[in-house]
C-alpha cells in the first residue's frame, strides 16, 4: 500500500494521524491538482472506524492537556508557529499543487497566516480574564474550562489556513481535536501533523482523519462524544451537520458562504473602488467574503465600468507557481462545471456578458487544469439565480442604484451576511451606511483587513456564531461561575 506522495519535491504521508499513529485505511481516493489535472497522491478513504479510533484517542488525551498549564500549552502552541515558519516554503508549495492558489500568496499571506493563528491563540489564552465579583458574600469565581473533544472540519479554498484558524484556539482552550480535511486539497493537514508532533504535542491531542464528507465527516459530527462541532463550509452541508449536531445537542460553530456586497457611492474614490472590485477576482473567487455584487451608484457608473472592465481584462490568468499570474484555476473539474452551470443559465436569463462567460479553453487544453476566465455580467435582475446564489467562482455581477437608501437596500436584499464592503469619500455616509448594512463585517474604503482579536462570522445563512479574540475561547470553553460561600456561612443564617 501506498502510504507517501512526493508533491513539489515534500514528502507527505497519506495516512490518518491518529492517536500519535500513521493509520491506513483500506481504500483510498485520489487527490488531482487543478494545475494541470494529474492525480499527485493517493489519499486514505477514512469512515467510521476511524473516527471512532481518532475520538477515542482525542477523548483520552483530553484528560492530561485540559489540565496542562496555560503557559505550557501556550508554549507547545508557539513552538507549532515556529514549525510553520521553518517550514513555509514546503506548505505553499504543496497547498498551490493541492488546491491551485497562488504560491506568492501561500508564502506571503496565507502561510504566515497559519502561523499567526497559533501565536495568536496562545496569547490570547494567557490573556483570559477570570473575573470574580461578589454576591452578598458570596464569590462567584467564573473559569473558562476546556469542552471537550473538537471536530474541525473545513473546506479548500484555504486548507490549512481555516484549519488553524479553528484548530489553534480550541487547542489553546484545552480541547483536543479531530479534523477532518477537505478531500480536494487534504495534504497540508497531513504536513500540521508531523509539525504538532516536532513540537511536542502530545499523541491525541490532535488527530487527523481524512476522506470524503458523507463517509468521515458525517461521522464525526453524529459521534457522542464531540463536544464542539466547528464547521466551515457551504450551507446545504451545514443543514447535515445542524442536524447531526443535534441529536447530541452539541454545539457548533458555522462559517458559511456568503453573496457580500461591494456598494460604490458616487463620492468614492474611483481607482480605489476599481482595485477593490478587482480584487474580487483573488483565489478565483473562491473566497467566502468575495464581494461578488457590485452595487454602483448611477452617476459613476458608466465611469466605474469602463475603468473596471480595463483593468480586470488585464488579470493574467495561469500556472498559480509563476509570480506573474494573477488567477490560478477552480479547485476542481466538479467545481468549474458547477460554476460554468451557473454562468451558462444566467446567460439563458438574459445578462449582458461584459467580460469572460466560459471556462478558459485554450488554457485548460494545454495544462490540463481547470481554469475559468474573469466574469462580469450586466443587466442582472435580483431575483435572478446569478445574484441570489452563491456561485465561488470568478464571476461578478454589476448593478446600479439610485439613492443611499437604494444601495442599502439591495446590499441587504440577500439571505447571506457574511461581509459588505462599501466605498465613499463621506465619513457621514460611511458610518450611517455600515450601520444599516447586515453582515458580520462591514469594511469601509478598504477589504480585508483582519484582526485576530476582531470577532469573525456571518449573519442569516452566512453562519452561527463568531469567532476570533475571546470570542472563540467562548465558543471551545464550556464557561463556569463557582460560587463560594464566606467563611463560616450557615444556610440556616
Ligand atoms: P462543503 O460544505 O461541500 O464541504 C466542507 C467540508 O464539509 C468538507 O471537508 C467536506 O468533506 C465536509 N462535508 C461534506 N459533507 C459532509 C457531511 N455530510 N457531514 C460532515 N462533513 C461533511 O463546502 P466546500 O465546497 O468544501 O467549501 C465551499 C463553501 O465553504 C462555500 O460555501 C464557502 O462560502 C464556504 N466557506 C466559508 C468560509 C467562512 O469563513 N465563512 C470560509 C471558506 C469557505
Redesign the pocket.
Known amino acids: 500500500m501506498v502510504t507517501t506522495a512526493v508533491v513539489a519535491g515534500v514528502k507527505v504521508d497519506t495516512r490518518h494521524w491518529i492517536g500519535g499513529q500513521r493509520v491506513a485505511s483500506a481504500t483510498t481516493f485520489a487527490d488531482v491538482s487543478p494545475l494541470d489535472g494529474t492525480v499527485i497522491a493517493d489519499i486514505a478513504r477514512g469512515g467510521q472506524a476511524e473516527i471512532d479510533a481518532a475520538v477515542a484517542a482525542a477523548k483520552a488525551a483530553f484528560v492530561t492537556w485540559s489540565r496542562t498549564a496555560p503557559a505550557e500549552r501556550a508554549a507547545v502552541l508557539h513552538r507549532i508557529a515556529d514549525g510553520v515558519e521553518a517550514r513555509l516554503e514546503d506548505l505553499a508549495q504543496v497547498e498551490t499543487m493541492d488546491n491551485g492558489s497562488l504560491l506568492r500568496s501561500h508564502r506571503r499571506g496565507v502561510m504566515p497566516r497559519v502561523a499567526m493563528n497559533f501565536r495568536f491563540f496562545a496569547d490570547h489564552l494567557l490573556t483570559l480574564s477570570h473575573d470574580d465579583f461578589d454576591t452578598r458574600g458570596h464569590r462567584n469565581h467564573i473559569t473558562w474550562d476546556p469542552a471537550g473533544v473538537t471536530a474541525v472540519?473545513?473546506?479548500?479554498?484555504?486548507p490549512l489556513m481555516?484549519a488553524t484558524w479553528r484548530i489553534a484556539p480550541a487547542l489553546a482552550a484545552g480541547n483536543t481535536v479531530v479534523a477532518?480535511?477537505?478531500?480536494w486539497a487534504p495534504l497540508t493537514a497531513s504536513l500540521l501533523a508531523d509539525i504538532a508532533t516536532e513540537a511536542g504535542l502530545p499523541a491525541g491531542v490532535f488527530n487527523v482523519v481524512q476522506g470524503?464528507?458523507?463517509e468521515a465527516?458525517?461521522p464525526l459530527?453524529a459521534h457522542p462524544d464531540v463536544r464542539r462541532i466547528s464547521f466551515?463550509?457551504?450551507v446545504p452541508?451545514a443543514r447535515?451537520?445542524g442536524e447531526a449536531a443535534a441529536s447530541n445537542i452539541t454545539p457548533v460553530s458555522f462559517?458559511?458562504?456568503?453573496k457580500s456586497p461591494l456598494v460604490i457611492f458616487d463620492d468614492a474614490d474611483l481607482d480605489l473602488a476599481v482595485d477593490i472590485a478587482v480584487e474580487q477576482f483573488d483565489n478565483s473567487g473562491q473566497v467566502?467574503l468575495a464581494a461578488v455584487r457590485i452595487l454602483v451608484q448611477d452617476g459613476i457608473a458608466e465611469e466605474f465600468q469602463r475603468r473596471f472592465l480595463a483593468k480586470a481584462a488585464h488579470v493574467v490568468q495561469g500556472d498559480s507557481r509563476d509570480e506573474s499570474t494573477g488567477i490560478g484555476p477552480l479547485v476542481s473539474k466538479t467545481h468549474l462545471d458547477r460554476v460554468d452551470g451557473f454562468v451558462q443559465r444566467a446567460k439563458s436569463d438574459g445578462v449582458t456578458v461584459l467580460l469572460g462567460g466560459e471556462p478558459n479553453h485554450e488554457l485548460n487544453l494545454a495544462t490540463g487544469g481547470f481554469f475559468y476566465l474573469p466574469t462580469v455580467f450586466a443587466d442582472v435582475d435580483p431575483t435572478m439565480e446569478i445574484v441570489c446564489h452563491?456561485v465561488?467562482g470568478p464571476v461578478l455581477t454589476l448593478q446600479t442604484f439610485t439613492t443611499e437608501a437604494d444601495g442599502v437596500a439591495m446590499a441587504n436584499d440577500t439571505e447571506y451576511g457574511?461581509a459588505a464592503t462599501i466605498v465613499t469619500g463621506s465619513q457621514d455616509r460611511a458610518e450611517r451606511v455600515s450601520s444599516l448594512v447586515s453582515a458580520g463585517t462591514v469594511w469601509i474604503n478598504c477589504f480585508f483587513v483582519r484582526d485576530l482579536s476582531a470577532p469573525f462570522g456571518?449573519n442569516g445563512r452566512?453562519?452561527i456564531g463568531r469567532e476570533g479574540g475571546t470570542w472563540s475561547f467562548d465558543f471551545y470553553c464550556d464557561v463556569k461561575n463557582s460560587v463560594f460561600a464566606p467563611k463560616g456561612w450557615s444556610a440556616h443564617g
Open positions: 472540519i473545513t473546506p479548500w479554498n484555504a481555516l477532518k480535511p477537505p478531500e470524503l464528507g458523507t465527516g458525517a459530527t466551515t463550509g457551504s452541508t447535515k451537520v462559517e458559511l458562504g456568503g467566502c452563491e465561488f457574511l456571518g452566512s453562519g
